[in-house]
């Protein structure tokens, strides 16, 4: 009798549980450029379940920008960027070898340098390109109150997207100087992945928290596009589609996303671009996302998204941060 | 016992007859696999002409199976449809070659029918681009592969809507225009395939064919609602309309008969813009209506709320605990209900869909929620259609199968508005003949959750449905693939061996979705 209030199984799903229902291709970039079924990760997930090994998905397991998209979606409840990011890492590297990978492996095993926090201070975890941009940087910690890091794990996110192993010591050394920290990060891959490393921690995405703020919040408008980081909105899903819901509720901005509630990156770099071996993305997501749309400002979290739309459109485009007239007032 | 494989173009003895294969347990039907005879020849000729023909696992695999997940078989190669001339080119070079082409667009099909058992695969949702939106006509042009929810998404952009869909966002334009769709508005606004304007179509000798109505009306005719015998459908003109968020209202019944009498009143009077039943086994009846309008929703309170005999969902909570408390031996169900509950009804309540009562794109919310909460790896759906008059008595005995078969299960009940003008497309279709107004379609869909069910016990079970269908002169959303042994019994010799004998003229090889029907 009680068998009745047991619902599908918990346990951890994989590749052979893909039903097929193609949820997952709506929303995925590299369908949407290619229209091909394979280059989804139901296409992957099905190639599996007949045999296909790593080794001969290598185009679409390249073409994948590990937005997380499909992973909200699944109805399934499979963790399919992490299954592609799990085959990313089986692959050889590519031939001629990247220098990147290299300096990447040099910089991970690097020694673990000392906590430099107190056990309870929020950390805010930048990331190289916010890190690049002093002037935004500044005005993202005066808006948040928060200092930022040091090690920050860039290497560590760099390392997730590249499928490069991680060295367990590294990686031990940097999740033991987040641990007890409520955590802001800015590189949304990094957020997901702290999710599974550090269960029951308080984390936010950067995008996330300076919208929580009053300074931002109240700049935002009708007229307003938010461009939402979709890494750490899929990342924590649940909560973030309430969190957005209520932002355009309140603001009236419209937000970037599609009628499954799934946050459109307004680019799709694959491994390839990551690595420097071809040319940035293409503009055909900007434009999708922007097609029937006429805001008047563009408002995005992540600072690359600003060059994607800079691309196809001459819309003012500003970041999240730089809403707030006086950073002062938080 | 020797059972000689039906050679391609013929329609041979139904195997599930009742005067066939006496004292034998009923076996499913799955057709034979294609040898594979001049492959070489054809593939290289494709890719000498340009066609990107994919073989091996990475390429094949994905389309092993359907939504079924019954039928399993592999093309020796699958196709990518990137145009109109391309998948002439490829019709044409099979037609010479004598390769089967099965086409595929969401591949939601549960009996097998977007599987390819050898052959070539082809891929329509290559073809899934608008071509144009006419607000002023109100029409959308687009090519046939695309996903229903990729053109509500770019409608939506322009504040349209198409008029009916499936509730299931991944069928595809062309797959749907092919058999049908059903929607919660189709008691209103017919079934998808009627709201074509035109169509391109490629048929089997690989001609490219514009045909509506008023052109080439005798291919229009077939390919609606044909089931891919006829030609592939490349481009789709459709009519669109004015997007509306909707309110919901839910009316809930422990008889069948009385949800579906009530459904039919508000059908026959016009009284909602929206609406079907859906349940928990047969213990919880739900019958939905909704609106598009405030206006509409007010002449249905005044009018029809007060006729209707189903409760609200506090009067039918007290009603099952009474039931339940005096019969305790059933509390395992009473169990399994709230667990449906609990899982489901949030699902059409999500906050990010709903504005000041309303409900923002149903069709991604009912979607999303078919999938978590019905969904599963293996999926068989038996259905009804008869006319209004018959409709209780085949869902009643449809029902009685379901429980015999399955521990729980779901029926979806809805309305089809007929077009008289159309009744050409409906020959040979899931429209009973018989059926004047509306026909009325039930959906059986037994709840797999995890468990492990025979492929004998499966096909047991439909054929005790789709017996029940012949039995009552109805006809079937799905009697292709896995269930065409039923197609001479419910249509007729006469009417059978006509469409064969056009689908011969039109497709000579027989090359063309050739396990679908013939």
């Known amino acids: ?330 | 016992m020797n059972i000689p494989p039906n050679e391609p173009g013929t329609v041979g003895p139904c195997p599930v007859a009742p005067d066939a294969l006496q004292g034998i347990k009923r076996q499913q039907t799955n057709p034979a696999r294609w040898q594979g005879e001049g492959w070489a020849q054809f593939a290289a000729a494709a890719r000498a002409g340009g066609i990107d023909l994919a073989e091996g696992a990475v390429s094949c695999g994905p389309y092993a199976t359907d939504a079924g997940g019954i039928a399993y078989g592999l093309p020796h190669g699958a196709v990518v449809a990137r145009s109109a001339g391309q998948v002439a080119a490829l019709l044409g070079l099979a037609q010479a070659h004598r390769v089967p082409v099965t086409v595929r667009g969401g591949g939601l099909t549960t009996e097998g029918e977007s599987v390819a058992y050898g052959g070539v695969l082809l891929d329509m949702t290559g073809m899934s681009r608008v071509l144009a939106i006419d607000a002023e006509a109100m029409t959308v042009r687009t090519e046939a592969g695309i996903y229903w929810h990729a053109l509500a998404e770019e409608l939506r952009r322009e504040n349209l809507d198409y008029l009916s869909a499936p509730l299931n966002l991944t069928s595809s334009v062309g797959g749907t225009l092919g058999v049908g769709g059903i929607d919660v508005n189709s008691a209103r606004l017919g079934c998808s395939a009627d709201q074509a304007v035109s169509l391109q179509v490629v048929t089997p000798t690989g001609e490219i064919v514009e045909c509506s109505d008023t052109q080439n009306a005798e291919l229009f005719q077939r390919v609606i609602l044909g089931y891919g015998q006829f030609g592939v459908i490349t481009a789709a003109t459709l009519k669109v309309r004015p997007y509306t968020p909707l309110r919901m209202q839910y009316y809930y019944y422990s008889s069948l008969r009385k949800a579906i009498e009530d459904l039919q009143m508000l059908d026959r009077n016009d009284a909602s813009d929206y609406s079907g039943i859906l349940t928990i086994k047969d213990c919880a009846v739900n019958l939905l209506v909704a609106f598009d309008s405030d206006e509409r929703e007010a002449a249905f309170r005044k009018t029809w709320k007060s006729r209707l005999r189903g409760y609200g969902e506090f009067g039918f909570a007290l009603c099952m605990a009474g039931h339940y408390a005096l019969r305790p031996w059933r509390m395992g169900e009473a169990f399994y209900l709230l667990r449906r509950k609990r899982e489901v009804f949030p699902e059409f309540r999500r906050a990010e869909y709903m504005r000041d009562g309303k409900m923002h794109d149903r069709t991604v919310v009912y979607s999303r929620a078919v999938w978590k909460h019905w969904g599963s790896r293996n999926m068989v759906i038996p259905d009804l259609a008869t006319t209004a008059d018959r409709f209780v008595e085949a869902v009643e005995r449809g029902n009685a199968v379901c429980r015999k078969y399955f521990g729980c299960y779901t029926l979806y009940c809805v309305g089809i508005r007929l077009r008289p003008d159309h009744a050409p497309h409906y020959e040979m279709s899931c429209i009973p003949p018989a059926a004047e107004g509306w026909a009325y379609g039930c959906e059986f869909e037994p709840m797999i959750e995890g468990r492990v069910y025979s492929r004998d016990h499966f096909q047991s079970f439909k054929n005790a449905i789709y017996d029940i269908g012949v039995e009552m002169g109805a006809s079937y959303y799905r009697f292709g693939g896995m269930m065409k042994g039923y197609i001479r019994r419910v249509f007729g010799d006469a009417l059978v061996d006509r469409h064969l004998a056009m689908k011969r003229k039109a497709d000579p090889a027989m090359i063309l979705n050739r396990d679908v029907i013939f």
Do not use: N
């Open chain 1, 1 to 330: 009798m009680f068998g009745a209030f047991s619902g599908k199984p918990a346990a951890p799903r994989s590749h052979a549980d893909c039903s097929g229902c193609s949820l997952c291709v709506l929303v995925c970039p590299m369908w949407r450029r290619s229209r091909d079924l394979r280059f989804s990760a139901e296409g992957i997930a099905k190639a599996l379940q007949c045999g296909a090994a790593a080794a001969d998905l290598v185009q679409p397991l390249d073409a994948c920008c590990l937005c997380g998209a499909c992973d909200p979606v699944c109805p399934e409840g499979i963790d399919l960027s992490g299954l592609i990011m799990d085959l990313r890492r089986s692959l050889p590297a590519p031939a001629p070898r990247p220098a990147l990978l290299d300096e990447l492996e040099a910089r991970l095993r690097r020694e673990p340098s000392a906590a430099e926090a107190s056990r309870t201070a929020p950390l805010l975890l930048p990331g190289p390109e916010l890190r690049g941009d002093s002037g935004l940087l500044a005005r993202v910690r005066t808006l948040l109150g928060l200092a930022a890091v040091e090690d920050d794990g860039a290497d560590i996110a760099l390392a997730l997207e590249l499928g490069v192993a991680i060295p367990p010591q590294r990686l031990g050394s940097f999740l033991a100087s987040l641990q007890g920290h409520t955590i802001v990060a800015a590189d949304g891959l990094l957020l997901r992945q702290l999710r599974r490393w550090l269960p029951g921690s308080r984390r936010m995405g950067l995008g996330a928290a300076l919208a929580s703020r009053p300074a931002v919040r109240g700049r935002l408008g009708a007229g307003d596009l938010y461009v939402i980081e979709p890494r750490a909105y899929h990342a924590d899903y649940e909560r973030m589609v309430a969190f957005y819901d209520r932002l355009q509720t309140e603001t009236g901005c419209a937000l970037s996303l599609d009628l499954q509630r799934i946050a459109i990156p307004p680019a799709a770099p694959g491994l390839a671009q990551k690595l420097g071996l071809s040319a940035a993305d293409d503009t055909q997501q900007a434009k999708w996302l922007l097609q029937g749309r006429r805001p008047a400002r563009i408002v995005v979290e992540s600072i690359a998204d600003r060059g994607a739309f800079g691309r196809v459109c001459d819309i003012q485009v500003v970041h999240v941060a730089e809403l707030a007239q006086d950073p002062d007032l938080r």
